[in-house]
């Protein structure tokens, strides 16, 4: 079973500084990772696919890397609306399954 | 642009069936994409429980394949999901999704706002 382990769990950070996520997988996933943004009492909202193409209309300060087990999504200069969970969650080609990290919030500091 | 809403009960009993739809609007249940249901228990993270393919072939999590039950109704638009015999641990918002099956690692690019289902006597 594929396991999706992000890190640090919590994230305090204060506005205009950088933020780095990371998302560990059990196995390789090749590029198939993405990354979710979520603010309370929302559903999640796309950000990265494929490892590290942006989904249509985030801004330019998301940015995600990686590939095979190791991934990272970087905010470079967080703004007030950055404050939110994110989570990874990768796709298996077969059979196809979705599995999602645990998720890290991103706090003020 | 594609929207979807969950629409069903709110309270179910435990030992009964969750039905839950997803209801579908500017874009196709027929149209090449992937559907599915995740769910987020109050407090917890995510957790994908199944998804469908347009043509119906169904795929589920292993952890809750025995209980599930995924379904298209290309007439109407939507899709529907069924969990049997809920306890506690089912209580949650559920949310319906689109699979991108053009990019890169299948993400679920549009969702529904989610709706709370509570398995409570």
């Known amino acids: 079973e594929l396991v999706m382990t992000q890190s640090p769990g919590t994230l305090s950070v204060s506005p205009g500084e950088r933020a780095t996520l990371s998302c560990r997988a059990s196995?390789?996933?090749?590029?198939?990772l993405a990354w979710y943004q979520q603010k309370p009492g929302q559903a999640p909202r796309l950000l990265i696919y494929?490892?590290?193409t942006r989904a249509t209309g985030v801004p330019a300060r998301f940015s995600g890397s990686g590939s095979g087990t190791e991934f990272t999504l970087t905010i470079s200069s967080l703004q007030s609306e950055d404050f939110a969970f994110y989570y990874c969650?990768?796709?298996?080609?077969?059979?196809?399954?979705?599995?999602f990290g645990h998720g890290t919030k991103v706090e003020m500091k | 642009q594609v929207q979807l809403q969950e629409s069903g009960p709110g309270l179910v009993k435990p030992s009964e069936t969750l039905s839950l739809t997803c209801t579908v609007s500017?874009?196709?249940?027929?149209?090449?994409?992937?559907w599915g249901w995740i769910r987020q228990p109050p407090g917890k993270g995510l957790e994908w429980i199944a998804s469908?393919?347009?043509?119906?072939?169904?795929y589920y999590n292993s952890a809750l394949k025995s209980r599930v039950n995924i379904s298209l109704d290309t007439s109407k638009n939507e899709f529907s999901l069924e969990l049997k015999s809920v306890t506690a641990a089912d209580t949650a918002v559920y949310f319906c999704?689109?699979?991108?099956?053009?990019?890169?690692?299948?993400?679920?690019?549009?969702w529904g706002q989610g709706t709370l289902v509570t398995v409570s006597s």
């Open positions: 196995k390789s996933v090749s590029n198939n």
């Open positions: 469908l393919y347009h043509s119906g072939t169904t």
């Open positions: 969650q990768q796709y298996e080609n077969w059979p196809p399954s979705w599995t």
């Open positions: 500017g874009s196709s249940v027929n149209g090449g994409y992937y």
């Open positions: 494929g490892a590290s």
């Open positions: 999704a689109r699979v991108d099956i053009v990019a890169a690692g299948f993400p679920f690019d549009s």
